[in-house]
């Protein structure tokens, strides 16, 4: 468990670009997705994350190669991470397999209802300083997560699109891509 929490302010591009304020990415695609399959039971094909992140590329315009970093809801529980490796390998295909995911949790604790706008800042960090966060603490692999987790160090990487997921209670799924503003690294 962990305590936090973020503020991130949503404005309309063209009324921040006409103030002169920063810009430090946009939103550009969401989604979520809810079956009610179980209180806090996932299926291990990870069909229900996979549709939520599914529905953010297609409302992003966004394939799933052009994804460069995955935030992970990454609880750390041998259910979720299979469940959360299978959605995003059905997601980005094989891209997935060259591509960086990890989870502040490892960092910060699982603070439950405020997560959702920390690891959306944690995103957001990483868009504006090219830093990719690492796993903490990851040093045995699940032979079925056989994905990028970042473990342990951090990374700098050349991120123009940002993938943050997000597994509630009750089969309640979520993901959002975030965009640099002006699509460069």
């Known amino acids: 468990m962990g305590e936090g929490g973020a503020v991130l302010i949503l404005e309309e591009l063209e009324h921040a670009r006409a103030r002169g304020a920063r810009v430090y990415c946009e939103i550009g695609g969401y989604a979520t ?4 399959y179980h209180m806090t039971g996932l299926t291990r094909e990870g069909l229900e994350m996979a549709r939520a992140i599914d529905g953010a590329l297609a409302h992003a315009r966004l394939d799933g190669s052009d994804i460069d970093y995955v935030n992970a809801h990454g609880s750390g529980t041998q259910q979720n991470d299979r469940h959360e490796t299978a959605a995003v390998k059905r997601s980005l295909g094989d891209h997935a397999y060259r591509t960086p995911m990890s989870s502040i949790k490892s960092m910060v604790g699982h603070s439950l209802g405020a997560i959702g706008a920390i690891e959306v800042l944690a995103c957001v960090l990483a868009l504006v300083h090219q830093v990719v966060p690492p796993t903490a603490n990851y040093t045995t692999p699940d032979p079925e997560c056989d994905l990028d987790y970042v473990p ?15 597994s509630g209670f009750g089969g309640f799924q979520s993901a959002v891509v975030l965009t640099r503003p002006d699509g460069r690294t």
């Open 152 to 166: 342990r160090t951090a990374r700098q990487v050349k991120l123009r699109n940002v993938l943050s997921v997000g």
């Open 33 to 36: 997705f809810g079956n009610a």
